[in-house]
């Protein structure tokens, strides 16, 4: 197969994106209300954040508005929704669902930016995914008592599990040849976002 020119993968990468929120609008159209400003103000957001994810991926290859274009479309698409009614909860419900998507977007960001998982950037993202999961649980009643009863009842065992996790850590650090979670190769400076 032919390797297609820049100028038309930069098309085809433009029209993706306008059938993906194109589809999007006419999935939560049918659920939002007639006259309702909150699913324009979202489509508008969705937009800008696509406008920024485009230029970040086709122009400008920078890592954070990468990652803000990412997120904001993210983002958007969650509270457009909620807002059109397409999910039967609140935003007051789903705010943690906003600290997992900003773990994804994090990891997605690595991706772009060095084309492989560094653990400077999946482990704070992975984290973030989990802690957004683990608090939507809360809101959301499936974990049916408080977040503070269950951090009385079960606090001491996470203490537990992150002191063996740390101890752990130390003794396999002890042996030289394995590298982790150090990465030598792993060049952090601003050169490879700028191509120089």
Same mark, same amino acid.
């Given at each position: 197969?032919?390797?297609?020119?820049?100028?038309?993968?930069?098309? +085809?990468?433009?029209?993706?994106?306008?059938?993906?929120?194109?589809?999007?609008? #006419?999935?939560?159209? /049918?659920?939002?209300?007639?006259?309702?400003?909150?699913?324009?103000?979202?489509?508008?957001?969705?937009?800008? $954040?696509? #406008?920024?994810?485009?230029?970040?991926?086709?122009?400008?290859?920078?890592?954070?508005?990468?990652?803000?274009? +990412?997120?904001?479309?993210?983002?958007?698409?969650?509270?457009?929704?909620?807002?059109?009614?397409? #999910? /039967?909860? $609140?935003?007051?419900?789903?705010?943690?669902?906003?600290?997992? +998507?900003?773990?994804?977007?994090?990891?997605?960001?690595?991706?772009?930016?060095?084309?492989?998982?560094?653990?400077?950037?999946?482990?704070?993202?992975?984290?973030?995914?989990?802690? $957004?999961?683990?608090?939507?649980?809360?809101?959301?009643?499936?974990?049916?008592?408080?977040?503070?009863?269950?951090?009385?009842?079960?606090? @001491?065992?996470?203490?537990?599990?992150?002191?063996?996790? #740390?101890?752990?850590?130390?003794?396999?650090?002890?042996? @030289?040849?394995?590298?982790?979670?150090?990465?030598?190769?792993?060049?952090?400076?601003?050169?490879?976002?700028?191509?120089?």
């Amino acid at each position: 197969m032919r390797k297609i020119k820049v100028p038309i993968l930069n098309i +085809l990468l433009a029209a993706g994106f306008i059938c993906i929120f194109a589809g999007l609008f #006419l999935l939560v159209h /049918p659920f939002a209300g007639v006259g309702n400003v909150t699913p324009f103000v979202n489509v508008c957001l969705i937009i800008f $954040g696509a #406008l920024c994810f485009y230029f970040a991926l086709i122009k400008y290859h920078h890592a954070p508005l990468f990652f803000f274009g +990412l997120y904001l479309c993210l983002a958007a698409t969650l509270f457009l929704f909620v807002s059109s009614g397409f #999910l /039967p909860v $609140g935003w007051d419900k789903l705010w943690p669902s906003g600290v997992a +998507l900003c773990g994804i977007c994090l990891i997605l960001t690595c991706l772009f930016r060095h084309h492989r998982l560094l653990s400077a950037y999946f482990v704070p993202g992975l984290i973030l995914f989990l802690l $957004g999961d683990f608090f939507l649980l809360f809101s959301l009643n499936i974990i049916a008592m408080s977040f503070r009863e269950f951090m009385s009842r079960w606090g @001491p065992l996470f203490l537990i599990i992150a002191g063996v996790l #740390l101890v752990g850590l130390f003794l396999y650090q002890q042996n @030289p040849v394995i590298p982790f979670p150090y990465e030598p190769e792993a060049d952090f400076s601003d050169d490879e976002v700028t191509g120089e």
